[in-house]
Each structure stands twice: as C-alpha cells, then as structure tokens.
C-alpha cells in the first residue's frame, strides 16, 4: 500500500463546504429571534403619571386601559362600564387582581369609576400602572 507522502498547504480552507456553516448560522438566528421575550405594548398610546415610590404586581391580572378621553379598553376594543363590570366579575371568579393603566391626563373620576366597578365587581387586588 503507497500512501502520499505530502499533504497539499491549505487543503481544508479551500475543500470547506459553506452551506452547511450558512444553514447553521441561519438556524441559531431563528432560534434566537423567537426565543426572546417580546414586551406587548398596548395598541393605544398612553402617558403613565411618574411616581418615585412604586411596586411590581404580580403577572395574573386583568389589564384595563383608560385614555385621556375617558375611555376604557380591554384587548385593543373599546368597552363601556358594562363590559368592564363583566370583565371584573370574570376576574374575580378566577382570584385575578386588575391593573388599570390609565393615561397621566385621565379624569380622576374615570379611574375612581373603573376602581370601584372593580370592587363592586369582587376584585380584591386593583392596581394603577405608573412609571418610575
């Protein structure tokens, strides 16, 4: 058996395959791109008051937006006192807390309106989103 005795300079470098390297990286930058967490932000622009003392609250709540309008919103949809009220009861049949993220400009009567339907409703935790 004649084995060659010399090996060629560089004989890997130029015989690398590039596609299977390309399919590898193109398969990590899919991995990484749907494994992150995505931050949902709500489909209507609100300016939370800033506060110097605030606390996290747990993540099993009911968000309610309420805009500078005086309007409130569940999902992106608009919803009356009505459907608030059905929301809370809902929330409150599943031991859920409601966060109410209401807009810096908000009337104070709209937000003591959605805590109270709230109440009424048998939600023991309601909370105001604000920003540090």
Do not use: H, W
């Amino acid at each position: 058996m004649k084995f060659k005795g010399r090996i060629e300079q560089g004989y890997g470098l130029r015989n690398t395959q590039l596609f299977p390297l390309l399919n590898i990286f193109f398969l990590l930058f899919i991995f990484f791109l749907f494994s992150r967490n995505f931050i949902l932000a709500p489909a209507i622009g609100l300016n939370l008051p800033r506060v110097v003392t605030s606390s996290a609250v747990g993540p099993r709540n009911l968000e309610i937006l309420l805009s500078a309008e005086g309007k409130f919103y569940f999902s992106g949809r608009e919803i009356g006192a009505d459907g608030l009220t059905a929301l809370c009861r809902e929330a409150a049949r599943r031991a859920e807390g409601v966060l109410i993220k209401a807009d810096r400009d908000a009337a104070l009567g709209k937000l003591s309106q959605a805590c109270d339907i709230a109440r009424q409703a048998g939600v023991n935790a309601v909370n105001i989103a604000t920003n540090e």
